[in-house]
């Protein structure tokens, strides 16, 4: 209940900090001799955007505190947060089963169970269980081809040796 109260606030309170020590520390990177553009270009121009959205967040939810403070009272609904919980394990178990699985392989099973486990709960179906099944197989495949071939960099292969 604390953080559907006050959520919003503290996120965009922690990244508006976060961006201007961002903006801070990009300052401190050395500048370039050859162009006008340097190291420090991109992160402050990221930091600049973050610190933009987190101060708009922060009105939008203080605008919104006490539509949220009553919402929040009504319902005490847990199964955002096995959710969350569930996500952050697959998350776990994906970087450890990555390397000896192998990309494809573990990048399937992950993707496959993290859309279950985000799916709304009447989008459960059987037919939406195949959609779901099919998108986790082309995707899976595209991002292997795409790092394969466009960007030239090999995958973890695990315990299968594809020469696709």
Do not use: H, W
């Not at 195949?130 to 991002?143: A, E, K, M, Q, R």
């Amino acid at each position: 209940m604390f953080f559907k109260k006050y959520g919003d606030i503290f996120v965009s309170i922690f990244f508006a900090i976060f961006s201007i020590v961002m903006i801070i520390l990009s300052g401190m990177l050395p500048k370039s001799k050859v162009m006008d553009i340097g190291p420090d270009f991109m992160p402050t121009v990221i930091g600049i955007i973050m610190l933009i959205l987190s101060v708009i967040l922060l009105i939008q939810s203080i605008k919104k505190f006490n539509k949220n403070l009553e919402e929040a009272e009504k319902s005490e609904d847990d199964s955002e947060y096995k959710r969350v919980l569930l996500s952050l394990i697959l998350c776990i178990a994906y970087v450890f089963l990555l390397a000896p699985l192998g990309f494809i392989i573990s990048t399937l099973a992950y993707l496959g169970f993290q859309i279950y486990v985000l799916a709304p709960d009447d989008k459960r179906t059987k037919k939406d269980v195949i959609t779901y099944v099919i998108i986790d197989v082309i995707f899976t495949l595209t991002v292997f081809m795409l790092f394969r071939y466009g960007f030239m960099i090999v995958l973890p292969q695990g315990i299968f040796t594809i020469s696709l």
